[in-house]
């Protein structure tokens, strides 16, 4: 069974740019979460979506945005990137019935320049 | 105060020592408690799972939850130089959000 993947793995851009994220969470997973890492801050939560629909949201500015599609997939994106952006961004997937067992991807690690 | 503190260490102790790491937490709503691991450059990677207070034991690892105490415990037994990574504690109590620790860095020296 395949696990949760993410792209790009990798990325660098500059300030005031916009970044897309991807993740394919676990088949059979209707629920997608994101997170931000930094060393400073650890895991924080962004959003939850399940079945297209947001259900959960963390203490972001509006520049953080997803969507989740009718696959399950689901992308993020930020809108005029700043430094304090870079950061290790995990995708987590689980069913969606509430026991908190989330499986993460390997994260996508963005660079702001 | 954040709602779950556990010490960033780093630790370092000698391959077959006994491990041992905690976590406090405040919100007496927390349901569910989770150790997860994370190598470097890789995501969490989910290694034990808990609901009630005791013991959860799987091979060389032992959860411990105390609820009264608001205190969990992951235990290491016979540490492995393949145990050398982040371990990192976290907490449910719904909306599939979870709350989680800083993280300890673990190494263990062979």
């Known amino acids: 069974k395949a696990g949760v993947t993410q792209t790009p793995r990798y990325l660098i851009k500059t300030r005031g740019q916009q970044v897309t994220l991807s993740c394919s969470p676990i088949?059979?997973?209707?629920?997608v979460s994101w997170y931000q890492q930094t060393p400073g801050q650890g895991l924080q939560f962004l959003f939850e979506?399940?079945?297209?629909?947001?259900?959960n949201k963390g203490n972001f500015p509006g520049r953080f945005s997803g969507r989740q599609f009718s696959n399950s997939r689901s992308e993020m994106n930020v809108s005029t990137l700043e430094l304090g952006d870079s950061a290790l961004y995990l995708c987590?997937?689980?069913?969606?019935?509430?026991?908190?067992?989330?499986?993460f991807g390997e994260g996508s690690r963005l660079t702001v320049l | 105060q954040k709602e779950v503190e556990q010490d960033p260490g780093p630790l370092s102790v000698p391959e077959g020592a006994i491990v041992s790491l905690n976590c406090t937490y405040s919100?007496?709503?927390?349901?569910?408690f989770m150790w997860y691991r994370q190598y470097s450059r890789k995501g969490p990677e989910l290694l034990m799972y808990?609901?009630?207070?005791g013991n959860k034991e799987d091979g060389r690892f032992t959860a411990q939850v105390d609820k009264s105490s608001k205190y969990i415990s992951l235990f290491i037994r016979d540490s492995q130089p393949s145990d050398s990574a982040t371990y990192l504690c976290?907490?449910?109590?719904?909306?599939?959000?979870?709350?989680f620790g800083t993280g300890t860095r673990l190494t263990i020296i062979p």
């Open positions: 987590a997937s689980s069913s969606g019935q509430n026991t908190g067992e989330l499986f």
């Open positions: 088949s059979g997973h209707r629920s």
């Open positions: 979506y399940f079945s297209e629909t947001q259900r």
């Open positions: 919100n007496s709503a927390f349901q569910y």
């Open positions: 808990t609901y009630s207070s």
């Open positions: 976290a907490m449910y109590f719904g909306n599939e959000k979870l709350t």
